[in-house]
Structures are given as structure tokens and as C-alpha cells.
């Protein structure tokens, strides 16, 4: 009794209180709390950002560069390619970056590849700003992850969390950071938290490949080509259900009932139950524990800011290599045409219940897996219905190779690529027949 006493006086303590309530608000605004600059209403880490991009043009093209070259070079200077085939291949991957890094910045190559929607499309839109937000988002970041904010949350979130997706209460925030920040900032916080034994792999898997869809600004580029920035909040709010109905679903499905739920360092510091409180004091302790358990501020800013530029490192090549790749595939061949066939019986199902164009909606929804934006330009031209189930499809699958699956191959969770693609594939097919019976009741 005692003891319980004189811990709740410690964490209790003026300066802790201050602590948690001041850096978990300044956390929150950073990246929750969207107000508007110049006309552009965003968070304040995308307005920083956007001052960046305006002011010092050059800042974040030429960080990207030496970012990737970096990485490009490192695995054949540390020799991690010598750890597995897959160590090996990402090593490839990465040193292909460097040579695409240096023509996407000098703005040298063939036409075909100096096309507007090619390299300098996926120089500008993914490569260059997603890993500026990595490595300023990693800063910013700290007040979300090290003053028990993450606590907080995780615990009043709790009871929803873990019956429905089978995830600690603290992956809601995960969920949160993709939709208002980035899917790389998600899967880089997730990846952080998987390193210290919070998660087990299971757990950081099904948060990557469930929650880390792209952020709410990307989706706006996403319902203008497809014209539906008059039904925004329709679009924004259903394609939000439907992920996470999908993810809900997915989890109960192999592959993912098969991935090893095993800590990283083999012990774990998993959520303790609540007992003998309330869950809103139990949400307030725990987030006061944590604060007290934190360090000193610029020491763990500089620690989270190292861990961002760690998995740039990785990120910032293999995005240039693969992100072409999926590019070429798109627009340059009908490999995802064939693909599409995969999806076609489910296609065909909702063009049963009044959705048109089952061919176009199965090839298109088999290039999301290569680029979620691409798709969305293919069947611009086309219906409603179509356009809808497009639309939400490329944002819900969540993994493609011009983005989020780099950053996942970046990180420490080692579910192998094709049981990746496994999961891909069923959340494609089952957010085609969701999203096609919401299409049929609107439209």
C-alpha cells in the first residue's frame, strides 16, 4: 500500500503532470489538429513542409539524394546482404536507387521515362516527400510516443481495439497518425514501438498492413481525379469504414492467424488489464508512468530523429527502384491486366447488384497493388459506380509497391513478402464487394 502511494505521489508530482498534459497536447496539434495557412487547411507537420518546399525548393531534393545514396551504398559497406536471399535482393533494390535518385534530380533521361507521370511524378509525389516527412515527422513525432500520450490513448481505446482487430489500444494512434500524417509515419512509428517489445510481430503486422493506408491530403488528390470532391465527406468517411471493416476481417483470415505473436527481443511489455479503477484513471496513470519513464527532450528527439533517417536509409532507394518498377508495369506493359483476373469473379459479383464495368474495375484494382494513384487516373472518364469502387479499393488494400511495401520492407517485421501479397490480395477482393454494395445503395 505504501509503495502504491508513493508511486502515485512521484508520478503524480507537479513537473510530471506538466509534463505529460503540455508535450501530449503539443503532440496532438502537430499532427491531429488541421488549421488553415495561405488558404491550405492541413497539420502543422505538413505546413512546415510546404514552408520548406516553398521557400527552400531545393532542401528537400537534394536531402532525398544524399539519403538515398547513402542507402543505396550501405548494405555492401556493412554487409547485411550477406544475412538472407531477401537481405540480398533489398540490397539490389537499394543500390538501383542511387542511379534513379541522380536523373529524377538532374532531370536527365530518356522521354519516356522523363515523362510528367513517370520519374518525375514518382520523384516529386513519393520519393522526396515521404521521406522528408519520415525524417521531419520522426522529430515531431517524440511528443506523440514519449510523454504518454500513446498510453493514454491505448488504454480508453482499449475495449475496441483489441476484440476487433486483436491490437493493443495503443495502435488506434498508429491508425490516426496514417490518416492525418502518412502511412510512413505510421508504419515508422509502429516499426519503433515493435523494436522495443510493445508489440509482438503479429501485432505490428496487422497494424501495418491494416492501418497504414494513405494519409486524408492524399485522399483529397484521390476524390479530385475521380470528381468527387462534391460527396468528400461521403467518400472519406466510407472508404475509413471499409478499411476498417476489411482489416477487421483479414485478421481472421490466413495468413495473418499463422504470423508468430513473438517480441522482437523475445520479451515483451505487453498491456497490463485494468484492475480495481476506472478505465479513465487507468488511461491517466499509465500515461503519467510513461512521462516519468521519459528522458531528457533533446535526447530522445535526437534518438527518434536517428531512428528516421535509419530507415530512410532503406526506404528513400528501395521507394526510387521499386516505386519505378510498379510505374513501368502500369503504364508500360498489361501485367496487372492479367492480374485483374484475379479479381474479376469478384467484380463480377457486384456488376451483378448494378456496378458497371467489371473487366475495367478487376485491371485497375490489380494495378493498386503496383501504385494507388495510377488507377484512379485510368477510369476517371468513367461512371460513378466505377469510379467509387476504384477509388476506395486503392486506398483500403493499404500495401503497393510505390509506396507503403517499401516502407515495410524497410522495417524489422519479417512476415515474408509473398504472404504480404496474400493479404493484399484478400483485402483487395473484399474491399471490391464492399465497396460495390456501398456504390449500388448511393449512386
Not at 542507402?71 to 533494390?93: H, R, S
Not at 500524417?181 to 505510421?186: K, T, Y
Request: charged share 10%; with cysteine; net charge positive.
Amino acid at each position: 500500500m505504501t509503495q502504491t502511494v508513493d508511486l502515485n505521489k512521484k508520478i503524480y508530482s507537479p513537473s510530471n503532470v506538466f509534463n505529460f498534459v503540455f508535450f501530449s497536447l503539443l503532440g496532438i496539434f502537430l499532427f491531429f489538429v488541421p488549421f488553415t495557412v495561405n488558404g491550405t487547411n492541413s497539420i502543422a507537420v505538413d505546413h512546415i513542409i510546404t514552408y520548406m518546399n516553398r521557400y527552400l525548393p531545393w532542401l528537400g531534393p537534394t536531402f532525398t539524394l544524399i539519403i538515398g545514396t547513402i542507402g543505396g551504398i550501405l548494405p555492401w559497406v556493412q554487409k547485411t546482404y550477406k544475412k538472407g536471399v531477401m537481405d540480398f535482393i533489398m540490397a539490389v533494390f537499394r543500390t538501383l536507387g542511387i542511379p534513379i535518385c541522380f536523373l529524377a534530380y538532374f532531370n536527365v533521361g530518356p522521354a519516356w521515362l522523363m515523362d510528367p507521370g513517370m520519374l518525375p511524378f514518382l520523384w516529386e509525389k513519393v520519393v522526396v516527400s515521404v521521406t522528408v516527412i519520415v525524417a521531419i515527422g520522426s522529430i515531431f513525432l517524440t511528443f506523440v510516443i514519449a510523454f504518454g500520450c500513446l498510453e493514454f490513448v491505448g488504454v480508453l481505446v482499449r475495449p475496441i481495439m483489441r476484440p476487433v482487430f486483436k491490437t493493443p489500444g495503443k495502435s488506434a494512434i498508429d491508425a490516426v497518425a496514417s490518416f492525418v500524417g502518412s502511412f510512413s509515419l505510421a508504419i515508422y512509428l509502429t516499426n519503433k514501438l515493435y523494436r522495443e517489445s510493445k508489440y509482438t510481430m503479429k501485432e505490428a503486422f496487422i497494424i501495418m498492413s491494416g492501418f497504414s493506408t494513405v494519409s486524408a491530403t492524399f485522399m483529397i488528390t484521390v476524390a479530385k481525379t475521380a470528381g468527387f470532391m462534391g460527396i468528400w465527406n461521403f467518400y472519406f468517411w466510407t472508404t475509413l469504414l471499409i478499411t476498417f471493416v476489411v482489416t477487421a476481417i483479414t485478421v481472421r483470415l490466413w495468413p495473418i492467424t499463422k504470423v508468430p505473436e513473438t517480441y522482437l527481443d523475445g520479451v515483451g511489455h505487453p498491456e497490463e488489464p485494468v484492475v480495481g479503477k476506472s478505465i479513465f484513471r487507468a488511461a491517466v496513470d499509465e500515461g503519467l508512468e510513461a512521462a516519468q519513464r521519459s528522458k531528457n527532450i533533446l535526447k530522445t528527439i535526437w534518438e527518434n530523429l536517428a531512428g528516421g533517417i535509419k530507415m530512410c536509409f532503406v526506404l528513400t532507394p528501395v521507394m526510387g527502384s521499386i516505386g519505378l518498377l510498379a510505374f513501368i508495369l502500369v503504364k508500360l506493359t498489361n501485367v496487372f491486366d492479367i492480374i485483374g483476373y484475379i479479381f474479376y469473379p469478384f467484380t463480377y459479383l457486384i456488376s451483378l447488384i448494378g456496378v458497371p464495368e467489371p473487366l475495367m474495375i478487376a485491371k485497375a484494382s490489380a494495378a493498386t497493388i503496383a501504385e494507388m494513384f495510377v488507377p484512379n487516373v485510368v477510369v476517371s472518364s468513367l461512371g460513378n459506380a466505377t469510379k467509387y469502387v476504384v477509388a476506395v479499393t486503392s486506398v483500403s488494400q493499404v500495401l503497393f509497391f510505390g509506396g507503403s511495401l517499401p516502407c515495410y520492407m524497410a522495417s524489422d517485421v519479417k512476415v515474408p513478402l509473398w504472404k504480404v501479397m496474400i493479404v493484399v490480395c484478400e483485402r483487395i477482393a473484399l474491399s471490391i464487394i464492399l465497396a460495390g454494395i456501398v456504390a449500388v445503395i448511393y449512386f
